[in-house]
């Protein structure tokens, strides 16, 4: 896939490399809101004007967004405010009732990422259409799923694209509500280099205490935009009302982000950072023959129980692995969430190799 951001991203951003700023409501409540939270937005130099028509809910019972007047209160904010506007679209109607709106720009949300047949009724309805379209991740932890979506808008004809990056579901407790795995979208950017990246802060935190921080990782990893909900009244939002701002909390949140320089522009500097590099590739090699040792050491043990018929898995053993290493990082000064991750990994194989032990039938 070749993408052509020059449209969107470089015409929007200008000369200067900044982040591509996209806000706006959660949801479209009312005209006066809409309008109310635009012109605020205007005043903040905000790039594009977001907000939800069609509102996907997990449970029925729930405001699922105003519907189609939504999109002629977007058409007002772009003609008498001269925004670019922006919603979501999840069905073929969605698609054609935007553009005849000529709603600048679409996004696809994470519960039709997830879903390649409702994506290619989406790419159906795009084909011959010139509109960027942005392609949120979906909501399972799944890089395949999120290039499929975008190979299908791509194969339409759409090729001025970008990623939302708006974290994923998971079961295990945190302080997010969905969880970054920030190794993903790092790899689809890595696979796809003009593709421009957009965090979405306010569906990764679900809390507006988390909006910076969140906000400030993506830019200092490169991302080229940020998407962050703003609402006149946050608290009575008819959608997500934890996770939104008010636009003078949006304008405190900007002022506080820090771009950061793409290179090293000082030769004693750039010098510095290659002789630290190759001390961390050493270190690297260190690592990998010390983890090729304990693979060595868990292919015997993994011989052993074969031969005197003992099960691969060892609840007691796999339990003590997992309480000791992270101890064992923390007297290190390391972050014994990364160790208990990177050691999920590596027991993961380590049952992998046994399994494959036991069930090799050439040592019968």
């Known amino acids: 896939m ?31 809101q809409v309008m109310q939270t635009a012109m605020a937005l205007r005043e903040q130099q905000v790039d594009v004007f977001r907000a939800g028509i069609w509102k ?3 449970r029925p019972n729930s405001f699922e967004g105003i519907g189609l007047q939504g999109l002629q209160w ?11 506007v922006s919603t979501e679209v999840a069905t073929a109607r969605h698609v054609e009732e935007a553009l005849k709106q000529e709603i600048d720009i679409l996004w696809i949300g994470a519960r039709t990422t997830v879903n390649p047949f409702a994506v290619q009724e989406v790419a159906d309805a795009l084909r011959g259409a010139n509109v960027p379209v942005l392609v949120k991740n979906p909501v399972n932890p799944d890089l395949a799923l999120w290039i499929g979506a975008l190979e299908r808008v791509y194969n339409a004809g759409i090729t001025d694209m ?4 708006r974290g994923f579901s998971s079961y295990e407790k945190s302080k997010y509500r969905n969880v970054p795995l920030w190794q993903i979208p790092i790899e689809l950017k890595s ?13 990764i935190a679900g809390n507006r205490e988390l909006l910076l921080p969140v906000a400030q990782k993506a830019l200092d990893l490169g991302y080229d ?8 009244d946050p608290a009575n939002a008819l959608s997500d009302p934890e996770q939104q701002v008010t636009p003078a909390g949006l304008q405190q949140i900007l002022s506080q982000l820090q771009v950061r320089k793409t290179t090293y522009d000082d030769q004693e500097l750039i010098n510095l950072a290659e002789k630290l590099r190759l001390q961390i590739d050493e270190a690297d090699q260190q690592i990998l023959r010390a983890l090729a040792r304990r693979m060595e050491l868990v292919e015997q043990i993994g011989h052993y129980k074969k031969q005197n018929n003992v099960q691969v898995l060892q609840i007691s053993r796999w339990k003590e692995i997992f309480r000791s290493r992270p101890d064992w990082a923390k007297e290190l000064g390391m972050n014994p969430d990364f160790v208990a991750e990177l050691y999920r990994l590596i027991h993961v194989e380590s049952i992998r190799m046994q399994t494959r032990i036991m069930n090799d039938k050439s040592e019968l």
């Open 225 to 232: 935009g940020i998407m962050i909900e703003t609402h006149p």
């Open 191 to 203: 696979r796809f280099k003009q593709l421009p990246l957009i965090v979405d802060p306010s569906h």
């Open 2 to 32: 070749e993408f052509k951001p020059t449209n969107f991203f470089r015409q929007l951003a200008g000369a200067q490399p900044r982040p591509v700023i996209i806000a706006g409501p959660c949801s479209a409540e009312s005209e006066e």
């Open 162 to 165: 970008a990623a939302i990056h």
């Open 74 to 84: 977007l058409g007002r904010v772009k003609r008498e405010l001269g925004m670019r």
């Open 56 to 58: 996907p809910r997990s």
